[in-house]
């Protein structure tokens, strides 16, 4: 018998992350997740299935459509019963205009490429990604979840810049991302404490991208990132906020030209540029050179500045939920940055801490805190059954 199935694809730069769903349920059933890196280079295929984890290295993987077929063969030889109703693909950007996932159809695919200028490392990885499973997978739905979906409803004032107008209808606004990984942790705040969900919720999502989310009753209200995923906090090689004049700067007195910024802001700033080390927090924790200390340092008291900037958007915390690797792991950096914040009503709890329990805050503290392990695959996999469902019942 043929199983029902979901495939979710993540196309980064150089990595793709996959995910195989049985979506014959109610709910999408995870049977296999895996990651592609370094596509390029000496690719690596990573899959972890049941109790199976398996790692190969992959000669026939230079570009994407490479990588995805080394997938597809993964799936067809491990899962030959799957049959790929729907393909999900996380998609950066979806513009101003989508607020919710999206069946993607020529005209979609067009508009999106139209946005690739806002999104010039991210959105053209995505679409390969899209075109790729279109041409593997003909018959199955795709859709697109965009990571600028959920912060769709901001109010105007955390959505614009102080610019001429012409900007804003040309697009240039605060879109703000990781909107997937935010739509999961509010949903599992509404299961774990709904109480905490409807009110004022404050979430960092602390891996390789970081950022931070308000939300108001489950509604994104505000949030660290804005038109590019550089804005907000240092992240492991983006810088996070910068001054508008320092790209002036760069430009007149250094002589650089938009490439050469771009790759400065993206791939060489943030914790890696800070500390000269690395960008990868377990070697800053391990590391004993004042530079690793200084670019942790920095990147706590971003958080904990936010933290202020979002408390005061919502007019006060009832809790703060840490996700993304470093949130979900790095128990150090999570105590620093709930040190000394009883003047929002936050204490930590330090054992539970230590032990990342899911509520780490003390029994007193008014404000709660939390780590929630984030899961955007499953938010994609949930779209995609959703929306193939809905396909099959409009040509039926
Ligand atoms: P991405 O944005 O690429 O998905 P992740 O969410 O996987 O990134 O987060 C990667 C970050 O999490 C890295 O900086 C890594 O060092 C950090 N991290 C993972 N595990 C730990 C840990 N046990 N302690 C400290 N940092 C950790």
Redesign the pocket.
């Known amino acids: 018998m043929t199983e029902a199935c979901a495939l979710t694809l993540n196309a980064g730069s150089s990595s793709i992350k996959f995910g195989l769903f049985d979506i014959a349920g109610a709910a999408p059933a995870p049977l296999m997740t895996g990651l592609v890196e370094n596509i390029g280079g000496a690719a690596r295929m990573k899959a972890e299935f049941g109790a199976e984890k398996r790692a190969q290295e992959l000669s026939g993987a230079a570009d994407h459509p490479g990588a995805l077929g080394e997938i597809l063969s993964l799936v067809r030889t491990e899962f030959p019963q799957a049959r790929i109703e729907a393909v999900g693909h996380r998609v950066v950007h979806g513009g101003p205009a989508h607020g919710e996932p999206a069946l993607l159809t020529a005209t979609l695919m067009a508009e999106l490429a139209k946005l690739e200028p806002f999104a010039p490392l991210h959105q053209p990885h995505n679409l390969a990604g899209v075109r790729a499973a279109m041409a593997a997978f003909p018959d199955a739905a795709q859709i697109a979840c965009f990571d600028t979906a959920f912060h769709r409803n901001h109010p105007w004032v955390n959505d614009v810049f102080a610019l001429p107008r012409e900007f804003y209808d040309k697009g240039v606004r605060r879109y703000g991302f990781h909107g997937l990984s935010y739509d999961y942790v509010s949903g599992e705040l509404a299961r774990i404490a709904p109480h905490l969900h409807a009110g004022r919720v404050i979430v960092a999502h602390l891996?390789?991208?970081a950022s931070m989310c308000a939300l108001q009753g489950g509604r994104s209200v505000g949030s660290t990132m804005g038109f590019s995923a550089l804005d907000g906090l240092p992240m492991?090689t983006r810088c996070g906020q910068l001054d508008p004049g320092v790209l002036l700067y760069l430009m007149e007195q250094e002589g650089m030209d938009a490439r050469a910024i771009s790759d400065l802001l993206y791939k060489r700033s943030g914790l890696l540029g800070l500390s000269g080390l690395s960008?990868?927090?377990?070697a800053l924790?391990a590391s004993d050179t004042p530079e690793a200390a200084q670019a942790i340092d920095y990147f706590v008291f971003r958080i904990r500045r936010e933290l202020g900037a979002l408390a005061a958007v919502l007019g006060g915390l009832d809790a703060l939920v840490f996700c993304?690797?470093?949130g979900e792991?790095?128990r150090r950096i999570r105590e620093r940055i709930c040190e000394g914040m009883g003047w929002i009503g936050l204490e930590i709890d330090h054992a539970a801490n230590a032990a990342n329990a899911t509520v780490i805050s003390a029994e007193l503290s008014r404000v709660r805190a939390l780590v929630i392990p984030t899961d955007e695959e499953i938010v994609i996999a949930r779209a995609a059954q959703r929306l193939s469902a809905g396909t099959r019942q409009a040509a039926e």
């Open positions: 891996g390789n991208g492991g960008n990868d927090m377990r924790e993304g690797g470093i792991n790095a």
